[in-house]
């Protein structure tokens, strides 16, 4: 084809199906609930596998449950675009699913080119981006990142797996030679406010910030609530409180409230019940930051919030086993690569740094060269029902990446 490969691009059907995706796990109150290995994403994953056949791909499920589609030859040289499907509990319809489908879409305009591409196009939907089991497990499977202990405690992902007809024993079996992906190209949308301010419909990603998630248990006292005096209690859960509202006000003491974020959830409070007095909490915590240190300096605030909390309060408090993605700075090749494309198209994008993590960091601290590309995300909000992107957005945002797509098959990476 001589003319502009983006008018082989069909907005209308990428929205088509971005609706339709957002069916499979919608839920009453709004949102989508598209966790991992669950019924809705497994019919949500049989709906792209059929559409990746119909855009003339060859589409299958590998052992970790990755969604792939492939044009082009089957074998060797491969250029991947990847996201993933899965969705937060209430999630929006276009974390992740946009720059599946955008793929998708680029194949269709890809094949419809007559382009024969030397190495392979992939359009990939990695499993359980959003860790309701293992954050970014497909990726890290399919790069060979996973490490034995990552998915050590194993029971819950093997049974979600199994319940779906999947067997965990095939994780591993994902991992692919690396030196055969030539690149990896991720769109997403931002999911925070600064292309909105900037005016802007698409940015560039220089890096991802990196983040460690523990969990701590604090464990006292479990006992009548009616008949334990409140002087002589050890209550997990007034505990985890004040260790929560110490970390929190240590970091903004300390100079690092925009440093980097600190997120605490999933509170498994037991007994559970308020006749109890809650004996035990365990609790989740996250810190994400740009660079190592911040994420150090961050977890050591959380772990002595913790420790005099439960000091204080008679009780104790054990620190799980924290799983660490490091920062990961994207490929500087691809990115001056990206920009002389914006710059040939008269598109006008910026440089900017992701808060949120993708699977392209898996792939960018495994050496495959990688970029991101994100659309504006109105009123910078995501996980949740009300995340929004314009169609004039997204038509930038799939548009871009079809040029990319297609400039990288036609010149090569290098
Ligand atoms: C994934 O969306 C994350 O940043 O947690
Ligand atoms: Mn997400
Ligand atoms: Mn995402």
Not at 319 to 345: H, Y
């Amino acid at each position: 084809m001589s003319g502009d490969i983006r008018a082989l691009l069909n907005l209308d059907r990428l929205l088509g199906d971005i609706r339709t995706l957002a069916g499979f796990g919608a839920v009453e109150a709004g949102g989508i609930d598209r966790p991992a290995f669950s019924p809705a994403i497994v019919d949500a994953e049989e709906w792209l596998m059929q559409a990746m056949r119909q855009a003339g791909m060859t589409a299958r499920r590998d052992g970790a449950g990755n969604i792939m589609g492939r044009l082009g030859p089957q074998t060797g040289r491969t250029l991947i675009c990847g996201s993933h499907i899965d969705t937060v509990r209430g999630g929006g319809s276009l974390d992740g699913t946009l720059g599946v489908l955008a793929g998708l879409e680029c194949a269709r305009a890809i094949a419809a080119s007559g382009l024969q591409p030397s190495a392979g196009f992939e359009v990939v939907a990695f499993a359980d981006e959003e860790g309701a089991y293992h954050g970014l497990l497909g990726s890290k499977a399919m790069a060979g990142a996973l490490e034995p202990d990552d998915i050590q405690d194993s029971g819950a992902l093997a049974m979600a797996m199994l319940a779906v007809g999947l067997d965990f024993s095939a994780v591993s079996k994902a991992a692919r030679k690396l030196d055969e992906v030539e690149a990896y190209l991720e769109l997403h949308i931002e999911q925070g406010p600064v292309l909105e301010r900037l005016g802007l419909d698409i940015g560039i990603v220089d890096a991802i910030v990196g983040m460690d998630l523990s969990s701590y248990t604090l464990t006292g006292k479990a006992r009548h609530s009616g008949s334990t005096p409140m002087a002589d209690r050890q209550d997990a859960l007034v505990c985890a409180a004040s260790a929560i509202h110490s970390a929190i006000a240590a970091m903004v003491e300390e100079g690092l409230a925009d440093a980097g974020t600190m997120t605490f959830g999933n509170l498994r409070v037991s007994p559970g019940s308020t006749n109890v007095v809650p004996g035990q909490v365990i609790v989740d915590s996250e810190v994400r930051a740009p660079n190592r240190e911040t994420i150090a300096a961050l977890r050591s605030i959380v772990d002595r919030a913790f420790q005099n909390a439960a000091g204080q309060a008679g009780l104790t408090t054990v620190r799980g086993r924290n799983v660490i993605d490091p920062p990961a700075p994207l490929s500087k090749g691809l990115r001056d690569r990206l920009f002389a494309i914006a710059a040939k198209n008269n598109l006008q994008c910026e440089l900017l740094s992701s808060g949120a993590c993708h699977d392209a960091q898996v792939f960018a601290s495994r050496d495959v060269p990688t970029a991101m590309i994100f659309i504006e995300s109105k009123g910078g909000i995501s996980h949740h029902s009300d995340e929004h992107s314009t169609p004039a957005a997204i038509r930038a945002g799939a548009e871009f990446l079809l040029l990319a797509v297609h400039d990288l098959l036609v010149r090569g990476t290098r």
